[in-house]
Nanobody
Framework: QVQLVESGGGLVQAGGSLRLSCAAS????????IGWYRQVLGKQRELVAS???????NYVAFVEGRFTISRDNAKNTVYLQMNRLKPEDTAVYYC????????WGQGTSVTVSS
C-alpha cells in the first residue's frame, strides 16, 4: 500500500522560507517520479514542481527561481524548499507519485502572511 506523508508546513511571513518533506512508503521510491501540488480552497489542485527518478526537475513559472525540489532516495523522501514566499503561495501542499492514481498524502498547510 502506497503511503505519502507530507510535513513542514506552517505560518510564515512574506519573504520567508519553509521546507516541505514528503516521506513515501509502499513504492520503489528510487524508480518513482514525484510531484508537489498545491490547492487553495475552492480551486483545482495544481502542479508546482516535479522530480524524475533520475533527479530531473520541472517547475511551473510562478515558483521557478524561488522553489527547489529535491530527493533523497536513501530516506525515501522528496523535499520542496520554498524561498521568498508570497501570500499567494498560501495553500495546502500535497505530494503525489506521478503516474500512479490515488497516491496522495494528507497535505501540509502553508500560510504566508503579508
Amino acid at each position: 500500500q502506497v503511503q505519502l506523508v507530507e510535513s513542514g508546513g506552517g505560518l510564515v511571513q512574506a519573504g520567508g522560507s519553509l521546507r516541505l518533506s514528503c516521506a513515501a512508503s509502499g513504492i520503489i521510491f528510487s524508480s518513482s517520479a514525484i510531484g508537489w501540488y498545491r490547492q487553495v480552497l475552492g480551486k483545482q489542485r495544481e502542479l508546482v514542481a516535479s522530480i524524475s527518478s533520475r533527479g530531473n526537475t520541472n517547475y511551473v513559472a510562478f515558483v521557478e527561481g524561488r522553489f527547489t525540489i529535491s530527493r533523497d532516495n536513501a530516506k525515501n523522501t522528496v523535499y520542496l524548499q520554498m524561498n521568498r514566499l508570497k501570500p499567494e503561495d498560501t495553500a495546502v501542499y500535497y505530494c503525489h507519485v506521478l503516474g500512479l492514481p490515488n497516491t496522495w498524502g494528507q497535505g501540509t498547510s502553508v500560510t504566508v502572511s503579508s
